[in-house]
């Protein structure tokens, strides 16, 4: 278990609102700070900006559901790369 205290930078998790709190096209995989599991208040924010009820969260296993797709392109910990120098332009 990692606790917020001793997590290495850039850990995260992930969850969705739980199934009967929304429909099912509403129900993608979001990406969050491992903050958002300490936290205490009732709304928690996603990395897409999204705020959740924490009550409507279900916690979920990394590569679990249909991800959210804007949550993914926020989450990488790698610079983005130019494809030019890759290829030596």
Excluded: N, Q, Y
Aim: charged share 20%.
């Amino acid at each position: 278990m990692i606790v917020e205290d001793s997590a290495p930078p850039g850990v995260v998790v992930v969850g969705r609102l739980a199934k009967g709190t929304a429909g099912e096209a509403r129900r993608v995989v979001h990406v969050f700070g491992v903050e958002a599991t300490a936290a205490t208040s009732a709304l928690i924010r996603t990395k897409c900006g999204e705020a959740l009820s924490r009550t409507d969260v279900e916690w979920l296993a990394p590569g679990v559901g249909m991800p959210c797709e804007p949550c993914l392109g926020l989450t990488t910990g790698e610079p983005a790369r130019s494809p030019r120098r890759e290829l030596g332009v």
